[in-house]
């Protein structure tokens, strides 16, 4: 790809993290209260159904394990680590947790994709960390057992996937909605009766955690993750995993806007660092070959 096309490629990529920084808001001012397996099921199972029904396709032969896989770690863990993490720490803190995945994607990426660990990948790995802790670490940021484990467990099955994802690319012939359809789906399905089992049902709902819910589903996990998916079909794993960068980014800004959170100097030098480390990261792309210079006349033949 031209240097152009993977810029474009990077910026509707990162638009799914964007939109998953909004979960630590919209998980602590619009969702019930202690629910992060019912919120993982409600944001997945919908979505994957309405692509499926959409699709009507199903997985064939090896891709039933390899849906599950994925479902798994994409989604149907990922979203209940993610959830347990906002609901036992601040947003901010969540965020700096799971910003260890780009580094694990590099371990990992090393391991299964045969990716070469350049000095300029650490350098990232290193500044995109640093820059996280200042932009949303506070002297006052309460840290929680539970949140961080399950934020460290976030971040790991979040990069296991993405490099599974790249390591066995998409079936031939199916295309990007039944893909991130049947990862929704799994995902959903395999919560489900988890939360049935292991947490009480709300005996209400507000208008509030109605709109917190759809809002979850068709813009958090249906668009997002057709983004999401798509970005990671055309980019590096690790390019990918650092756009990941965008979630404490638009967290912070949220914050900012609607919380009355302040923005001081250091935060600042950290959300200039981060996005710094997510440019580093990026695939430079090639240049269009250049003409073969025309021959003389008595020269053809």
Known sequence: MTGQRIATTSALTALAPAVWGSTYLVTTEFLPPDRPLLASTVRALPAGLILLLMTRTLPQGIWWWRAVVLGVLNIGAFFYFLFLAAY?????VAALVMSIQPMIVLLLG?????????PVHVVS??????????????????LDAVGVVAGLLGALSMASGIVLTKRWGRPEGVTLLTFTGWQLTVGGVLLLPVTLLSEPLPTTLTWANVGGFAYLSIIGALIAYVLWFRGLARLPALAASFLSFASPLCATLLGYLFLGQTLGPLQLVGAAAVIAAVVIAQPRGTKPAAPAPAQPAAQRV
């Open 88 to 92: 036992h720490l601040p947003g901010g």
């Open 110 to 118: 090393s391991l299964l994709l045969k990716d070469r660990i350049r």
């Open 125 to 142: 790995c290193v500044l995109g960390a640093a820059g996280v802790a200042l932009l949303v670490l506070q002297p006052d940021a309460g």
